[in-house]
């Protein structure tokens, strides 16, 4: 019944419009980015569920040259050898200033300066006799109350050798903790270098990689453009669609209107009794037929137009 109804009135190819109007409506509102070409970072085009970028030409040459520029920093096994072979040098410098034993060491460096200095002072003792015995005063002597006699000027010469000596081993213990701090700092800093130089090309690498990557984040300018157009006109969509849409439920509701009032007049007609039970006022016998008076007219019986 209902299915007739809305056959007669139109409801249902109304029905079936408004819904296409609506799903036509809720299509509208979607979100739609915007495809980019031409731009000097590239093109971007975006699909159902997918998007996809190209760099320019130009682009693409500053990217691939970063590229190939950081697979040239990989370092050969001679160069891997080498910075290896510094860092071990570094550790053993380091470790023997750390393990350095500081009288020992003065000592040593005591000893040392008076090798260094025994030649020179050998040739000054060569001098001073040669001078005593050409003046004639080398058999001079003088008493220092010990009770021995001693040249004066041989004497001086000793005394003042002996006091740089007293300064030279004064200073001794302080010039080993200075040789020790020198072998810790060089050994620090050659460790260093050596680790230093062997990050080195992992270091400019990633840099030049970093550099490529900045360039193909360029190509997603567009991508980002494109986005952002079709947010700008998003509210403008919405607007559109609801628009669209309530024309389709005003259609509807009107044909619903137009449905109802018919629907309503079935109704009524639904509620009258059956017509075959009347009485037929024009009838003379107020039976079941009725013909026109004074005329041989067969009477008709009464037609059931509806029957609940």
């Known amino acids: 019944m209902g299915s007739l109804i809305g056959s007669i009135t139109g409801t249902t190819k109304a029905a079936k419009r408004a819904a296409e109007e609506q799903r036509r409506a809720a299509d509208m509102a979607k979100y739609k980015p915007y495809d980019v070409e031409g731009s000097f970072y590239g093109d971007v085009a975006f699909g159902p569920d997918t998007v996809s970028y190209e760099l320019s030409p130009e682009l693409q040459t500053f990217r691939d040259y970063f590229y190939n520029q950081a697979l040239g920093f990989q370092p050969t096994a001679a160069e891997q050898r080498m910075f290896s072979d510094i860092s071990q040098t570094g550790a053993d410098i380091f470790r023997r200033g750390a393990e350095t034993d500081i009288g020992t060491a003065a000592q040593d460096y005591y000893n040392q300066q008076l090798r260094l200095l025994q030649p ?24 220092l109350g010990t009770g021995g006699y001693v040249n004066p000027e041989q004497y001086g010469a000793s005394l003042a050798r002996e006091m740089a000596n007293l300064n030279l081993a004064s200073t001794a213990e302080d010039r080993a903790r200075q040789l020790q701090q020198q072998d810790i700092s060089m050994g620090t800093g050659l460790f260093g270098l050596g680790r230093e130089m062997s990050l080195l090309p992992i270091t400019q690498a ?78 003379s016998g107020g039976g079941g037929g009725y013909g026109m008076p004074g005329t041989g007219t067969p009477q008709y019986g009464s037609t059931a137009f509806w029957k609940g």
């Open 206 to 283: 990633g840099s030049l990689l970093d550099m490529a990557s900045g360039v193909e984040q360029m190509g997603m300018m567009p991508l980002q453009l494109g986005a952002d157009l079709g947010s700008a006109a998003q509210s403008g969509r919405v607007a559109q669609a609801s628009g669209y849409g309530q024309a389709a439920n005003t259609r509807m509701n009107a044909s619903l209107a137009n449905a109802g009032m018919f629907t309503n007049l079935l109704g009524q007609a639904m509620s009258i009794p059956n017509w075959s039970n009347m009485s037929n006022p024009f009838s």
């Open 120 to 143: 020179e002072r050998t040739m000054e003792d060569i001098r001073l006799r040669e001078n005593l015995y050409g003046t004639g005063r080398g058999g001079l002597g003088v008493s």
